[in-house]
T-cell receptor, first 113, second 116 residues
């Protein structure tokens, strides 16, 4: 069975600073990896996904993530954070041939002025 | 295109009651999945329906059930409510037909269920 670990429950970043949210997964084969963002009272919005190919994937809102098989990681990055990025971020893994996702517990991003 | 619509947005029920939540997927999407989100357990998969058939099921008790209609709209039902069923229930739709993740899940805003 697959699993996802997001080591940081909360992260505070100054507006304009760079951001990196960590995600480690456990899965025997090549995983399908996703990052979702959830604003208060809202559902989940897909930021980006990795299925195969180029290990650096670009997403919406200026986010990118890098798949590192050797480290079982899929960290999310943004070069300059905006106050509107404050939200909860979820990393998720899926298995080839299946349509279900296993989510991490999430990282709450706080943006300070 | 309208997104995934979940109704109602909020529900308050008493222990022992039952509840039905509704989800209308994005037009053309035939796969509908349900997830439960709680502070303690996070997001957990409940079940997935495709063309009115349950395709996958998570590890939840039989009190949790669902169905899908011919227009792809889906409902989930929870019987004999317990305090621990208080959660945000999220519905997601996908255009996937093969039961894979090649097309991503699109989530609704959820139904917040409070059991007292």
């Amino acid at each position: 069975a697959q699993s996802v670990t997001q080591p940081d429950i909360h992260i505070t970043v100054s507006e304009g600073a760079s951001l990196e949210l960590r995600c480690n997964y456990s899965y025997g084969a090549t995983p399908y990896l996703f990052w979702y963002v959830q604003s208060p009272g809202q559902g989940l919005q897909l930021l980006l996904k990795y299925f195969s190919g180029d290990t650096l994937v670009q997403g919406i809102k200026g986010f990118e993530a890098e798949f590192k098989r050797s480290q079982s990681s899929f960290n999310l990055r943004k070069p300059s954070v905006h106050w509107s990025d404050a939200a909860e971020y979820f990393c998720a893994v899926g298995a080839s041939g299946y349509s279900t996702l296993t989510f991490g517990k999430g990282t709450m991003l706080l943006v300070s002025p | 295109k309208a997104g995934v619509t979940q109704t109602p947005r909020y529900l308050i029920k008493t222990r022992g009651q039952q509840v039905t939540l509704s989800c209308s997927p994005i037009s053309g999407h035939r796969s509908v999945s349900w997830y439960q989100q709680t502070p303690g357990q996070g997001l957990q998969f409940l079940f997935e329906y495709f063309s009115e058939t349950q395709r996958n099921k998570g590890n939840f008790p039989g009190r949790f059930s669902g169905r899908q209609f011919s227009n792809s709209r889906s409902e989930m039902n929870v019987s004999t409510l317990e305090l621990g069923d208080s959660a945000l229930y999220l519905c997601a739709s996908s255009s996937n037909q093969q039961g894979t993740l090649n097309s991503p899940l699109h989530f609704g805003n959820g139904t917040r269920l409070t059991v007292t």
